[in-house]
């Protein structure tokens, strides 16, 4: 039994880290619960660039749990995560993509939660969209988010059609 919940961690915990491409930058966090012993609630802040598309970067806002749980890691946070990407230079796509593809991954709980952060693309108004959500193997999660990426002129560069570099 023991060796099944192990060879069950590893499997989880492994096909989470192997989609995470990047860490996120940490750009500040916020106390909003207090707690006399332990470490506070806090909402988080983070920064990730698209692997694929440069010139997009996304921001996103997670809370993290304090207290004992969370001081040791095993807390399964919640799913409200906010999201907003923005063109942060020349847009340039790097390889195809499908809709949906995974940009970023993260374990939200010891076993089975993890938030994901997907692109798509709007061909018709050659926009990128991103959406954040957390999911569970058995009941899933509502809490989403989406951000709209107008792919605009940089400078002189013309941007490119989102659409062109869809699998098709």
């Known amino acids: 039994m023991l060796a099944r919940i192990v060879l069950a961690l590893a499997l989880v915990m492994g096909g ?6 990047q860490e996120p930058d940490l ?3 916020k106390s909003t619960v207090w707690r006399a012993l332990t470490p506070d609630d806090k909402l988080a802040v983070y920064g990730i660039d698209d692997p ?3 010139g997009v970067a996304c921001h996103y806002t997670t809370p993290e749990r304090g207290g004992i749980s969370g001081t040791f890691g095993v807390a399964e946070e919640v799913s409200d995560i906010s999201l ?12 195809r993509f499908g809709q949906g593809d995974v940009v970023f991954s993260e374990r939200r709980s010891l ?3 993890k938030m994901q952060i997907v692109r798509g693309c709007d061909a ?3 926009t990128l969209v991103y959406m954040v959500y ?3 193997p058995i009941e899933g ?3 989403n988010s989406t951000s709209s990426v107008p792919l605009m002129p940089w400078g002189t560069e013309v941007p490119p059609k989102c659409g062109e570099w869809l699998n098709k």
């Open 111 to 113: 076993i089975f939660k």
């Open 52 to 54: 694929l598309v440069e």
């Open 134 to 136: 957390s999911d569970r």
């Open 84 to 95: 907003s990407c923005r063109q942060v230079g020349p847009v340039k796509f790097k390889q």
């Open 27 to 29: 750009i500040f966090k």
């Open 16 to 21: 989470t880290l192997g989609a995470t491409a």
């Open 141 to 143: 999660s509502p809490k």
């Open 124 to 126: 018709k108004r050659n």
